[in-house]
């Protein structure tokens, strides 16, 4: 029984790297999909892009943060962290 081990293993092995492969390629696919959204979309994925003179008032007005975050995302397609922790360096760049 013992004498198939190395058998057995080699070939789970084997699924295993086919299996990653597959997933590799359906992300890597997944990931031009995204890129070429956010490019049609006006929002280069992963570069800083300024924010707008509207984005820069929100940001300067008080009790406007949310607003601002929100059209700092809308404009640049960032998540919610980038986009909010860039608003509250406005603020403080402000204060």
Known sequence: MYEYLPLLLTVAIAMGLYQFDRIRQRLDRT????????????????????????????????????QAIKAYREQTGLGLKEARDLIEKLERDAA
């Open 31 to 66: 990931e031009a999909k995204l890129d070429a959204l956010l490019k049609h979309l006006g929002a280069e994925g992963g570069k800083f892009q300024e924010p707008s003179e509207q984005v820069r008032a929100l940001a300067r007005t008080p009790g406007a943060r949310i």
